[in-house]
């Protein structure tokens, strides 16, 4: 598995994540196609700006690095966010169907947990995935995220029910590359 920067030909890949009802059900539902089109462009925006990590995963069985792009299996997303006036940074994931179940989600965050730590500006990295999440609930339990509770988080205009993890780059536990 490789990582790689988003990119504007990603958009199919947008969609089939951010558009698909069984995709979207942990995030409250599909948005609309014109909703996804503008969030490309937003994270190419704040990728290009350093704001935000946006990294497309890409599994080992494509085209080796230097190949090409790539085929996206998933995105890992770090980024910084206001919560009550403080600024915190927020990891998330998303891994499409076919390419699930392959560990891809673990070692993708795992990997910018590990760039997060070397880079040192992000400090403790909260994650927040639905409450009925197993497998992402099962990631930050493998990679040392400690649990400070449930909680209601707005997302993208739509209440959720979340677990609430949150660890230190560079003390979370797991191996990027198992």
């Known amino acids: 598995m490789r ?43 704040l990728a ?5 990590w946006i990294k497309v995963i890409v599994p080992d069985d494509d085209e080796p690095a230097g ?19 403080v600024t915190v940074s927020e990891i998330g994931w998303m891994v499409l169907p076919e390419f699930q179940g392959r560990g891809l989600a673990k070692a993708a965050t795992g990997r910018v947990l590990d760039a997060a730590a070397a880079d040192g500006r992000w400090g403790e990295v909260h994650a927040n995935p639905g409450v009925t999440n197993g497998p992402s609930n099962g990631v930050c339990r493998a990679l ?22 949150v660890v230190l780059p560079g003390q979370h536990g797991g191996s990027a590359t198992e």
């Open 144 to 165: 040392g995220f400690r649990l400070l509770g449930e909680r209601d988080l707005d997302f993208d205009d739509r209440i959720l029910r979340t677990n609430h993890w």
């Open 48 to 52: 290009a700006a350093d704001e935000a």
């Open 3 to 45: 990582l790689r920067n988003i990119e504007a030909g990603d958009i199919e890949a947008y969609v089939r994540m951010k558009c698909d009802e069984v995709m979207m059900a942990e995030l409250g539902g599909p948005l609309p196609r014109e909703k996804v089109e503008a969030r490309l462009r937003k994270d190419l925006a």
């Open 67 to 85: 190949a090409g792009s790539g085929t996206a299996a998933g995105l890992v997303v770090l980024w910084q966010d206001q919560e009550d006036g």
